[in-house]
């Protein structure tokens, strides 16, 4: 039967080589490796190197390879941005829309839906530029005074939202920001996000109550390192009207070029033009 000085010692001599990395002599090697097998017979093993190291690298393979011997995932894949659905506009959500006719989420030169989850109301949003997107919440159809939520898109690739304040024809960021759930992401030259905020809150200058009907202003633009600058319109779209988060509406508003050839005094000289061409000159 092995003396207790015997274990203590193969205790310190297996603590130190697991301590320091210093492997046993063979004299102690042989010390360690001598005992008896089964039915007292004498017994051999397999010379096993008790390092730190030697542990370390037998766990890990344990522990982060698959049973085909392949590394499993550092961490979980990211989920993808879901796209937007324009299907649900004017049914489960309101929709705005600027763009050319007949134009949805990805093809619009600016697109807004909106739709109340519980206590929050998430918003969607999405134009075509590299830079920024936003939507003001104004009791006026002019800039100045506005509650503004922006997503900017970065130089790292990340799209984040960000809340700001117009003074007067600037926008101020304010570190008050009450998004959550943010997503976003910038493809095919486009920035698109969505994220919630609550219906309501507590009453503050820079803050609207969402319950409220106001004004929308729409505006997009570039970005430098993560910074909002001009918007590519100087004057941009307004809503017609006071827009409520409990009316789901799908509201078209077609852009500048679409505008001028709709409007009547352009329409009478394109009618005047072809009379005159299929008429001929007298």
Known sequence: MVSLRRLLQMSVLIFQSSLWGVEPSPTEEGTLRSGHGEHGEPGHQEPHKDSYSTFASE????RYLSDEGYPFPTAPPVDPFAKIKVSDCGVTKGCIRYGKPGCDAET???????RRIGTDVEYEMS???????????SSDKKMGGDDVMGCVH????????????NVGQWAKEIKRNPAR??????????????FKRPLYVPREETLVDLHLSWYYLFAWGPAIQGSITRHDIDSPPVSDRMISIYKYEDIF??????????????????????????????
């Open 59 to 62: 766990f890990l393979e344990s």
């Open 108 to 114: 619009c030169e600016y697109f807004l839906s909106y």
């Open 127 to 137: 134009a075509d530029t590299d830079g920024w997107v936003a939507v003001g919440f």
């Open 154 to 165: 970065d130089d790292n690739g990340r799209v984040r939202i960000h809340h700001f304040y």
């Open 181 to 194: 759930d943010e997503e976003g992401i910038f493809e095919n030259n486009r920035v698109t996000c969505r």
């Open 253 to 282: 508003m077609p852009c500048t070029a679409y505008q001028t050839f709709s409007s009547p005094l352009c329409l009478l000289l394109i009618v005047a033009l072809t009379f005159y061409l299929l008429m001929g000159t007298p």
